[in-house]
């Protein structure tokens, strides 16, 4: 596998690296040389108050934001001298995303937005079923033939975890993924995203929640566009 379309697993390099990242929209600056290396297999936490910067890293951290300055490795690689199609196979074969806005196709049902990934990447296989196992996982199976605006917000949250789980992504980036769940689905989805960590995935999450921070390996806080260390080993 190349670079491309897969993070190198054995690469001795962290997984992602960041040296020296800036970013600004027009004079506004929003993020401040942010150093962070973040190993393959961690769940790290991203927290600090509204405004700090943690979206804009997150989305620096999946592609999705080109910083303004500094240096992005994945995998030792820079990520920003990959074409946009390079990118683009990298961003939909490793990366997972949960935005703040769950981003779900208002056409398509709950099973057919969550099966996308799957049929995007894959010929064949049996994604039916495997989109209903992942709706189960979420508590959803019984809305799977629901289209987005049948559901209230908690569950489009869900369905979109699911999608982004269905791939098992190398490197799952989520933006307050339990913002708009009832307390009593926050475990469920903080196991899932544990199982995935457990077998190896790395885990990034934004989050204002205390009991997914508690749970990460590591946390990281944000203040005004620079990052303080929080907890754990090695956060920069
Ligand atoms: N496209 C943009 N153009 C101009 N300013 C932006 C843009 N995106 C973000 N900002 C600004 O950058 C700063 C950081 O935003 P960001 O969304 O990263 O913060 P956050 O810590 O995730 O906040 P929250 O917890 O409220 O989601 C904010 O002041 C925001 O207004």
Not at 67 to 81: F, Q, Y
Not at 161 to 187: C, F, H, K, S, V
């Amino acid at each position: 596998m190349t670079h491309t379309t897969a993070i190198a697993a054995t690469s001795p390099s962290p997984l992602v690296s960041l040296r020296g990242i800036g970013k600004h929209y027009g004079s506004l600056t929003v993020l401040h040389d942010i150093h962070l290396d973040i190993q393959a297999g961690e769940f790290l936490a991203i927290t600090g108050p509204s405004g700090s910067g943690k979206s804009t890293l997150l989305g620096i951290l999946g592609l999705l934001e080109r910083p303004s300055r500094g240096t992005h490795l994945i995998s030792g690689v820079d990520a920003w001298s990959l074409s946009d199609a390079e990118q683009s196979r990298l961003r939909g074969s490793a990366l997972g995303f949960v935005f703040q806005q769950f981003h779900l196709l208002p056409e398509l049902t709950a099973l057919d937005n969550v099966a996308r990934p799957l049929r995007l990447n894959r010929r064949g296989g049996d994604w039916r079923a495997e989109a209903h196992r992942m709706l189960e996982r979420v508590g959803l199976a019984h809305r799977a033939g629901h289209r987005p605006a049948q559901l209230s917000g908690g569950e489009q949250q869900r369905v979109a975890i699911a999608r982004a789980l269905i791939r098992r992504p190398q490197l799952l980036l989520a933006d307050e993924p339990t913002g708009n769940l009832p307390p009593a689905m926050w475990g469920d989805i903080l196991e899932l995203f544990r199982e995935l960590n457990t077998d190896g995935h790395t885990v990034v999450v934004v989050t204002h929640d205390p009991l997914v921070a508690r749970r990460a390996s590591r946390n990281i806080r944000m203040e005004g566009g620079v990052t303080e260390r929080a907890n754990g080993p090695s956060a920069e």
